[in-house]
């Protein structure tokens, strides 16, 4: 009998960290990863098995059937799991605005991810909570058994959340994605109730709760039930797909010329790669700027490049296109997700191209700290949470190794996103890089953007764009370099003793971070209520 309870008390535990675990990634298309989505599923999860726990020890108590009231609640709670396969979208949909751009949503991810979750997740949570005083109260007969049965149970509870905890992220969303996540954990927990049922003599209840989980199990075979959630990004969806990273989406933008573009996550208007109808260059996009060090950075013939953040391949593409033709080119490109890169292949035109060696499931952190060899031209565009850079690859630390791993004369080149030259972020980005270059660094404010492209050489300042011999090079790629030769368009960035320098523990840039998009939408938000109507 007690076997019986232990078996229940596994598959419940696996099916509570199952929920837990999958939950974040289940609303990541509409409110993202960021860590106060962390925290509100987390937080939530918790505090419903706290209230779970505290009734369910006073029902146990006062029920004539225990048993019976422990399989009624598990089936509830796997009917709710197999609804949370699915609720989420119509939620989060109620929840935010319509074409909510990403500047202007911050306040609305906030809070919208706290109420879907609690109105998703916390409902099954609740019950499960239950769970555990129930299982104790039909296992402990007698009073001297108490502690070593409860403890076995418990115990019982805690090694299936630990195997769901590893499968979950290591198979399950991997291999069925978040919709067949939680019908597998609708199931586990459907059949929880079959060893508690029959331990009780229930058999024709311990039959109905296995052919339930069955059920849910067989589900997962329907063509609908691994298939990703389309989510809260702008354009016509081509492809949805959930990676053991993130949400995954290319869809067709209108307002971009008709261009496909990669969105993960939350996505809205923001994107990591686009793909042009005809062409490489995006009509002025920060991708293009890039390109221009790549033009002048060509010696004796030759040029290597690392891309950190590769994404689907926008600036693989273009370097490929623009500069393979002109030099002896040779590419790494860094990618952690296999998934972006494979969508990059089928939708967004990333060629198989023995110059272009990819390396995915590998941080850029990792890549810059073991790099294989040095480099003409390292691109640094690595980016969470749409406009959020993770501070092990912003700081002190991985600027150095960047520039150990540079060729006599090679340039580190930063994408930095912000909102004018002035911007907190930016500004933060550019002196951690300065206080490593003895000259200073180069930064350039990029016309129609709000983009800056931060560059430095280890030993001394790289060409200005007043330098560069633009003559031979392709007229498009000649007009944005005379762009950028205009005043003010860039200025030399030294390294200042007031400066504040991000490292490897700057909790304070990830604050920076947020305060910024907070305070940017604040001020959006406030702009349109003052808008006539």
């Known amino acids: 009998m007690l076997l019986a309870y232990w078996i229940t008390a596994f598959l419940s535990g696996a099916g509570v960290l199952v ?21 509100n599923v987390i937080g939530l999860v918790l505090a419903g098995l ?17 048993a019976a009231w422990l399989g009624g609640m598990l089936l509830a709670a796997a009917g709710l799991v197999a609804a949370a396969a699915w609720l989420p ?4 949909r109620a929840l935010l605005p319509d074409a909510l751009p990403l500047e202007a949503a911050y306040p609305f991810l906030q ?3 706290f109420v879907a979750t609690l109105l998703c997740f916390v409902p099954p949570v609740l019950l499960l909570g239950a769970v555990p005083p129930f299982l104790v109260r039909c296992a402990a007969t007698r009073l001297e058994d108490v502690g070593r049965r409860s403890g076995l149970l418990y115990g019982g509870a805690t090694t299936g959340s630990i195997v769901g905890t590893f499968a979950t992220s290591y198979w399950l969303i991997p291999t069925l994605g978040t919709r067949g996540t939680f019908l597998l954990a609708a199931g586990l927990i459907a059949l929880a109730a079959v060893p508690a049922w029959w331990a009780a003599r229930r058999n024709g209840a311990a039959a109905a709760a296995a052919g339930t989980g069955l059920l849910a199990l067989a589900c997962l075979a329907a063509p609908g039930s691994r298939a990703a959630t389309p989510g809260a990004a702008f354009g016509e969806l081509l492809v949805a797909r959930d990676s053991r990273y993130q949400h995954l989406e290319v869809r067709t933008r209108a307002d971009l010329g008709d261009a496909r573009v990669l969105a993960i996550d939350e996505g809205h208007d923001s994107f990591q790669s686009l793909t042009p109808p005809e062409g490489v260059l995006t009509g ?8 221009l060090l790549a033009l002048s950075g060509i010696r004796e013939g030759r040029l290597s490049v690392a891309v950190l953040g590769l994404a689907a391949g926008t600036h693989a593409r273009q370097l490929l296109e623009l500069v393979g033709p002109r030099c002896e080119l040779s590419i790494d490109g860094v990618e952690i997700d296999p998934e972006a890169v494979a969508l990059g292949r089928s939708h967004l035109g990333l060629p198989d191209d023995p110059r272009l060696v990819i390396h995915t499931d590998l941080d850029a952190r990792t890549f810059a700290d073991h790099a294989p060899r040095r480099y003409d031209l390292i691109v640094v565009d690595c980016y969470a949470r749409q406009s959020f850079v ?12 960047l520039l150990d791993r540079l060729a006599p004369g090679g340039v580190v080149a930063l994408n930095a996103f912000g909102y004018g030259s002035g911007d907190r972020v930016t500004e933060a980005l550019a002196a951690t890089l300065a206080s490593l270059c003895p000259d200073g660094v180069l930064v350039a404010n990029l016309p129609r953007t709000a ?10 300042l790289p060409p200005r764009p007043s330098e560069w011999a633009t003559d031979d090079w392709p007229a498009e790629l000649a007009e944005l370099a005379a762009a950028l030769r205009a005043p003010g368009q860039w200025f030399v960035r030294r390294a200042l003793p007031s400066d504040r320098v991000i490292d490897d523990n700057g909790g ?15 001020r959006l938000l406030a702009l349109d209520r003052e808008t006539p109507r």
């Open 19 to 39: 929920v837990e675990m999958t939950a974040t990634r289940a609303l990541a298309p509409w409110f993202g990863q960021a860590h106060f989505v962390w925290s």
């Open 390 to 401: 993770p501070v092990h690859v912003a700081s002190r630390e991985f600027f150095a190794a």
């Open 284 to 291: 002025g996009l920060y991708y293009d700027w890039f390109n």
């Open 50 to 66: 706290a209230i779970g726990s505290t009734l369910g020890g006073r029902l146990a108590d006062r029920m004539a059937a225990p």
């Open 89 to 92: 979208g119509p939620v989060a």
């Open 111 to 113: 809070r919208g991810s």
């Open 451 to 460: 983009n800056q492209l931060v560059w430095a050489s280890r030993e001394r």
């Open 508 to 522: 304070w840039f990830d604050r920076t971070q947020e305060e910024r998009l907070a305070d940017r939408a604040a």
